[in-house]
């Protein structure tokens, strides 16, 4: 009975994993349509109607969605046909599975039995999300390679060297985090968070590592792929880079593998930097504010507000990549580069640095 009890939430919590993360695709897809169409002054999505109404363009993420599917699906005749096929999958894998260790909500008691909200509650979670999100990197590589053709081997040239350059940065931004709250397992990182300084301040990771969470941003904008940081595709340059031979279902596996990245770097930007599902001055028993100042709140209404708390958070900094993206022209390589190594490495090994100091001299930085 304890294995079939087991078995269920597992799989329950995988399917709640899978139904967030893919369905945020279509909407980011839409909201970035909107978002682009609002910042260049034009109309944006309207085309698309069902019985005469458009309802904002949100059939515009569906008819992508049949015309991906239903274009011609064809490998081009010099391409390595096995590695071909299998780039996108590579890309698309690693950014579901890094989403397993992320907690969305606190435990809660089913059936006598304390149940972790989230797929796996790794006591080296953050070493698993390195672990895992470097294998991206082979989906673009191989997509690069195994088409054969001089525009994507360029895109994925340029994909491993951006990658590797800031997989470093990204490492060590969080290294202060780790040294503050003395643990790499995330749910533990957020239940940290759920205490104040000096009785008044959330304990978040942007207030005790506002230069690691710096550094993490950035990074995480370099490895998603996403403008000012997407070389790899580069249109203007190398036509669509890594991806130019793909089209059909290949192509909309790459498409949404951008988008799940996108999800996974912002809820990990909420977890380690946001208090994930910790809400400022929200206890297990309701609010309770400085100065004495508390209510009670229903212990149901407590889960909702956290849970709902991780993903209005996740939300933002979706949007905030999507905001990013039609803000800021894309830099040149050799700009890349350079803030990568001559930036973001020395400022992340200097933050390392003030963090052991600013320990050692409070004792310990409890």
């Known amino acids: ?37 609002y910042m260049q002054d034009r109309r ?41 096929q299998m780039a996108p999958m590579f890309a698309l894998a690693p950014a579901l599975m890094t989403f397993a260790v992320i907690p969305f909500g606190p435990p809660v008691v089913i059936a006598g039995r304390e149940v972790a909200l989230q797929v796996a509650d790794l006591n080296v979670g953050i070493l698993y999300i390195f672990a895992i999100s470097g294998m991206a990197v082979y989906g673009v590589i191989l997509a690069g390679w195994a088409s054969n053709s001089k525009y994507p081997l360029l895109g994925g040239l340029r994909s491993s060297a951006q990658m590797v350059s800031y997989e470093v940065s990204l490492g060590l931004s969080i290294i202060g985090l780790v040294m503050v709250f003395r643990s790499v397992r995330l749910s533990e990182i957020v239940a940290s968070q759920g205490t104040l300084l000096w009785g008044v301040l959330p304990k978040w990771g942007v207030f005790v590592q506002p230069l690691g969470f710096l550094l993490f941003l950035v990074a995480v904008y370099a490895e998603a792929n996403r403008t000012p940081f997407d070389l790899p595709e580069g249109e203007s340059e190398i036509v669509a880079g890594f991806h130019t031979e793909y089209a059909s279902f290949k192509f909309s596996i790459f498409f949404m593998a951008e988008y799940i990245h996108m999800v996974v770097g912002s809820a990990l930007i909420a977890t380690l930097f946001f208090g994930g599902w910790q809400v400022p001055y929200l206890a297990d028993s309701g609010f309770q504010f400085p100065l004495g100042i508390s209510f ?22 979706a949007w905030l990549f999507i905001w990013v993206r039609w803000t800021i022209p894309r830099f040149r390589y050799d700009q890349v580069m350079r803030l990568g190594w001559k930036v973001l490495l020395p400022l992340s090994l200097a933050n390392i640095f003030v963090t052991g100091l600013v320990l050692l001299l409070i004792g310990g930085g409890g």
């Open 1 to 37: 009975m304890s294995n079939l009890f087991d078995l269920v939430v597992s799989v329950a919590r995988v399917a709640v994993m899978l139904v967030f993360t893919l369905s945020l695709v279509p909407i980011l897809v839409w909201a970035e349509r909107k978002g682009a169409a």
């Open 44 to 84: 944006g999505p309207n085309r698309a109607k069902i019985l005469g109404l458009t309802l904002g363009g949100l059939f515009h993420p569906l008819a992508d969605a049949l015309k991906l599917l239903f274009k011609e699906d064809f490998i081009p005749d010099h391409a390595h046909r096995l590695f071909y």
């Open 296 to 317: 009670g709140l229903p212990a149901a209404l407590v889960l909702l507000l956290r849970i709902g708390a991780f993903v209005g958070k996740v939300l933002f900094f």
